[in-house]
């Protein structure tokens, strides 16, 4: 397993399971997001995306999301090397700071995130909050994290050393009458004429 820069030939691929996945695809770019892949069977695993935002009165801001694994190959350390090579590309392009907005303040925490206050946020990601909750994640909270303090946990670097695509259950429960409305217990039968 290795994660690489995404190519322009995946943006389908991207585009599909940002969908899928109900993540954020605002200004999507496929060279900002990489990609896990596994080194034996050349699937995709999982995606994360650097977006770094340019306001014309500040500083450059710098922003993970649309972090994304598959569900076969969950629990597997794919998102922690995600999440780690975009914060090597942060600092690769001179961040101290980078930020997330997501609902997953407990799994980021892991790696040293740290839950802030909306207004610890620049100006330009309090917006882009208020805008993540209007309309992809309405339980986002903001994120920071200090590179420097950015750790990798140990079972994570295991995981990912051994991981492999695992079955992931797809199957739809079946219907039942309840979900049409029915009481079982009251129909007898299957056109009721009221004679």
């Known amino acids: 397993m290795?994660?690489?820069d995404a190519k322009n030939r995946e943006e389908v691929w991207l585009l599909d399971h940002i969908e899928e996945m109900g993540l954020d695809d605002t200004a999507f770019r496929s060279r900002d997001y990489v990609l896990a892949i596994d080194e034996h069977t050349h699937e995709k695993a999982g995606f994360g995306r650097i977006r770094?935002?340019?306001?014309?009165?500040?500083?450059?801001?710098?922003?993970?999301?649309s972090i994304g694994v598959l569900p076969e190959w969950r629990d597997q350390g794919v998102g922690a090397h995600v999440i780690e090579r975009l914060v090597e590309y942060?600092?690769?392009?001179?961040?101290?700071?980078?930020?997330?907005?997501?609902s997953a303040d407990d799994y980021l925490a892991q790696f040293g995130f740290e839950r802030i206050e909306s207004e610890q946020?620049?100006?330009?990601?309090?917006?882009?909050?208020?805008?993540?909750?209007?309309n992809v994640q309405p339980d986002a909270v903001p994120l920071r994290l200090?590179?420097?303090?950015?750790?990798?946990?140990?079972?994570?670097?295991?995981?990912?050393?051994?991981?492999?695509?695992?079955?992931?259950?797809?199957?739809?429960?079946?219907?039942?009458?309840?979900?049409?409305?029915?009481?079982?217990?009251?129909?007898?039968?299957?056109?009721?004429?009221?004679?």
């Open 121 to 134: 946020l620049p100006e330009r990601l309090q917006e882009r909050l208020e805008t993540k909750r209007e």
């Open 90 to 102: 942060a600092a690769d392009e001179g961040f101290d700071v980078v930020y997330s907005l997501t």
């Open 146 to 195: 200090q590179r420097d303090r950015f750790r990798m946990p140990d079972r994570f670097r295991e995981r990912f050393k051994n991981a492999s695509v695992h079955e992931a259950d797809t199957s739809e429960p079946e219907d039942s009458p309840e979900d049409f409305g029915i009481d079982p217990d009251e129909a007898t039968y299957k056109y009721d004429t009221g004679s």
């Open 2 to 4: 290795y994660v690489r």
């Open 52 to 65: 770094i935002h340019k306001p014309d009165d500040a500083d450059p801001i710098c922003e993970l999301t």
